[in-house]
């Protein structure tokens, strides 16, 4: 099992800034990825950024240059820092962690989501 805690939501005015966190903890052999997704009203949920397994960053179109993501690898924690805010991130950012396990000969992985941290741009 894999525990993902957020941190750093909350209301900005448009073109303010916000630091998101999340620290994944539990009983893995190792953190493939981790990254953000959000979930406005009314939408499906959307890639954020993410770091890749070659240690590159994805990011969606609509947040380049504006947000930039950071991972801290000893202590499984990644970061959003969000700047230039606009309306229309209003959303509530998932935190999500793909985790390895291994038992003797075996090994997978699987994914585990935070529960949500809501980020509301307005005036």
């Known amino acids: 099992q894999v525990q993902l805690v957020e941190s750093g939501g909350g209301l900005v005015q448009p073109g303010g800034s916000l630091r998101l966190s999340c620290a994944a903890s539990?009983?893995?052999?190792?953190?493939?990825?981790m990254g953000w997704y959000r979930q406005a009203p009314g939408k499906g949920r959307e890639l954020v950024a993410t770091?890749?397994?070659?240690?590159?960053?994805n990011y969606a179109d609509s947040v380049k240059g504006r947000f930039t993501f950071s991972r801290d690898g000893a202590k499984n924690t990644v970061y959003l820092q969000m700047n230039s805010l606009k309306p229309e991130d209003t959303a509530v950012y998932y935190c999500?962690?793909?985790?390895?396990?291994?038992?003797?000969?075996?090994?997978?992985?699987?994914?585990?989501w935070g529960q949500g941290t809501q980020v509301t741009v307005s005036s």
């Open positions: 539990g009983k893995f052999l190792s953190i493939n990825t």
């Open positions: 770091d890749t397994k070659d240690a590159s960053t």
């Open positions: 999500n962690a793909n985790a390895r396990f291994s038992t003797g000969l075996n090994i997978w992985d699987r994914d585990y």
